[in-house]
């Protein structure tokens, strides 16, 4: 057993270094090609050459429009992908992922809507953000039944608030301008970070932090309630106080990351398939996995979301038609007995 | 220090009641076995006992004080009657678990939390199992984990819900002859839903007969009687008297015809 939690734990570190690759892949890859040493020289000349002159170009690509887009990336696929891990385990439910509760149905119809309504900044986030939000308090309002919120209601609530709002949405592209705001709504809902800034970091890396910390925290009896309710109050645990916990941390990170990328499916479901067949099925290890193999995955996809083709491909499309076949292919070939 | 685990003129229904005053008494170091036809209330009582329901009238008592329910899952290890696998933790994960409440919330297990997972499954005879996932052991192994998970948690009651139901012979046998010798040792309560009056017999002090608004409580040998199973079961059965392998007096249970109840 000794060896066995070793061998976990090297694996664990090794996984650390893979956000800090893809990162600085990120950083020089691109349509303006940037050789690794001058990426070197612009991180580094804060510190080493105050005074640098010339790279005035470099710099700007790379602080300016690269760097906010990767970190936001990491941040979302991270974020992502925990909470997928997060609503698996507690749904006892390994198809689950985080758009289940209605909240990207949510928060992509209050994007929508702010669009078609103001065209852009700040009052389209807030719209996403509140509209999340709602769909989960009606989710909430809708599977209360005597007083308790059983599994399968919650899910069956869920399903029909994420209908209920795309049908919304629907209506927004339907009475949308057809040559100025629907195309803006349509690339919107495939996911992007073609717009990122550090504006958008700032206004998410607070939710989606904080969310990420909760669920750390609570990783380990996540384990617990993935056992059924009746064995985990068995093991002095309320299943119900601690679905709500988890619940709301992940709506709040999804809410997020809707607000700033759009939809973008599949990296909550994949990732944490993928981090079981590395780390195992405790969620003590798993959760942290997660983020780092999220972080990597999203961030790499984006590389390729921007310089595959010339023009800009939207990254939901790019985790849909490489996350599917990857998990169809993962599912074949290791059949693990949790499908 | 007086550990006897009571249960005193308990209630319980969903809607209608389907616990009638029930009451009875457990010293540590015995086996209660529990015995009644399906939806006499087996079940109902192990849940309500666990804190799951709440009595409705009537209570638990331990040592002659009423069961602390804020601190019932430190006192109980609970093992249910099949555990179905959504995700396939390792047995020791799985025994790990059973440290849950004497983890705070925020928390991880920490080594000692470890060291008393692995020397439960020893005690269990599953160290040799601890890096198998729980879906590549046998049923008779699993409930051998789930045993050793309810006593992780040195629980001063031990409850199982069938524990021997889904078990081919053997198993059971394996399963009822270890259950003894833990009670034995740990000088703990146990109590125990069956379906098998043989296996009361077989390991159990005192039983528990639970009909329809009826029970009756008191030694195992008192109570498996010809007439108590007719009454309660609506069976004919003959006893079998035999000498154990120790020289003692057994009885086993042949079920002949059914009668009307």
Redesign the interface.
């Known amino acids: 057993m000794e060896q066995n939690t070793r061998s976990l734990q090297k694996k664990i570190i090794l996984l650390c270094f893979l956000p800090v690759i893809v990162f600085f892949l990120s950083l020089f890859l691109g349509r303006y090609p940037i050789s690794p040493v001058d990426v070197g020289h612009v991180l580094l000349s804060p510190f080493f050459y105050p005074d640098m002159q010339g790279y005035e170009l470099q710099k700007s690509v790379i602080v300016g429009i690269r760097m906010p887009r990767v970190l936001l990336a990491m941040l979302v696929g991270a974020g992502l992908a925990i909470s997928g891990a997060a609503c698996q385990g507690i749904f006892k439910n390994p198809l689950v992922s985080p758009d289940l509760l209605g909240v990207s149905a949510g928060a992509g119809f209050g994007a929508v809507l702010g669009i078609l309504l103001v065209g852009n900044g700040p009052l389209v986030t807030m719209s996403a953000l509140f509209f999340g939000i709602i769909s989960v308090v009606i989710v909430f309002a809708i599977s209360r039944i005597n007083n308790t919120t059983p599994i399968l209601s919650l899910v069956l609530a869920g399903i029909i608030v994420s209908s209920i709002f795309a049908a919304l949405i629907a209506l927004v592209k339907y009475v949308a301008d057809p040559y100025d705001k629907l195309p803006t709504i349509v690339y919107w809902l495939m996911g992007s970070f073609a717009k990122a800034s550090y504006d958008d970091l700032m206004l998410v890396i607070i939710p989606i932090s904080a969310g990420m910390i909760i669920l750390l925290f609570l990783r380990w009896r996540i384990n617990i309630l993935s056992l059924g309710d009746d064995e985990a109050s068995s093991l002095g645990e309320k299943p119900e106080r601690m679905r709500w916990l988890i619940v709301i941390s992940v709506t709040v990170i999804a809410a997020s990351a809707v607000t700033v990328a759009g939809i973008i499916g599949w990296v909550g479901l994949v990732i944490p398939h993928i981090c079981r067949m590395i780390m195992g099925v405790d969620h003590k290890l798993l959760l942290p996995a997660t983020i780092l193999i999220g972080a990597s995955f999203l961030a790499a996809i984006d590389i390729i979301a921007r310089t595959a083709t010339p023009a800009e491909i939207p990254i939901g499309i790019l985790t849909a038609i490489i996350g599917a076949p990857f998990f169809a292919l993962l599912l074949n070939r290791m059949k693990r007995g949790w499908i | 220090m007086d550990m006897t685990f009571e249960v005193t003129d308990a209630e319980f229904g969903y809607g209608t009641i389907t616990l009638h005053r029930v009451s009875f008494s457990v010293e540590p170091g015995e086996i209660l076995a529990v015995l009644g036809a399906n939806g006499s209330g087996k079940t109902t009582l192990m849940?309500c006992i666990?804190?799951?329901h709440r009595w409705k009238s009537g209570g638990a008592f331990i040592g002659g004080k009423l069961f602390d329910i804020q601190n019932?899952?430190?006192q109980?290890g609970?093992v249910?009657q099949c555990?179905?696998?959504?995700?396939?933790?390792?047995v020791?994960?799985m025994v790990l678990?059973?440290r849950?409440?004497a983890?705070n919330?925020?928390?991880?297990?920490s080594g000692s939390d470890r060291e008393i997972a692995?020397r439960t499954m020893k005690e269990v005879g599953i160290s040799h199992l601890?890096?198998k996932?729980c879906?590549e052991i046998s049923g008779g192994e699993m409930q051998l984990v789930l045993i050793a998970r309810a006593l992780a948690?040195e629980p001063r009651i031990l409850l199982l819900d069938e524990p021997e139901s889904h078990l081919d012979f053997r198993n059971q046998t394996m399963l009822l002859n270890l259950l003894r010798n833990l009670v034995d040792r740990r000088k703990i309560v146990c109590i125990m839903n069956t379906h098998y009056p043989d296996h009361a017999l077989k390991i159990s002090d005192k039983t528990l007969l639970l009909g329809r608004k009826k029970h009756i409580f008191g030694k195992t040998k008192e109570i498996i009687t010809r007439n108590n199973l007719k009454d309660y079961f609506g069976v004919n059965v003959e006893l079998l008297p035999f000498h154990n392998g120790k020289g003692e007096h057994m009885n086993a249970v042949v079920a002949l015809e059914l009668v009307d109840v």
């Open positions: 849940k666990n804190g799951i019932i899952s430190r109980i609970y249910p555990h179905t696998l959504t995700f396939p933790y390792t020791s994960e678990f059973g849950a409440p983890i919330l925020l928390s991880m297990p692995n601890a890096d996932s879906s948690s």
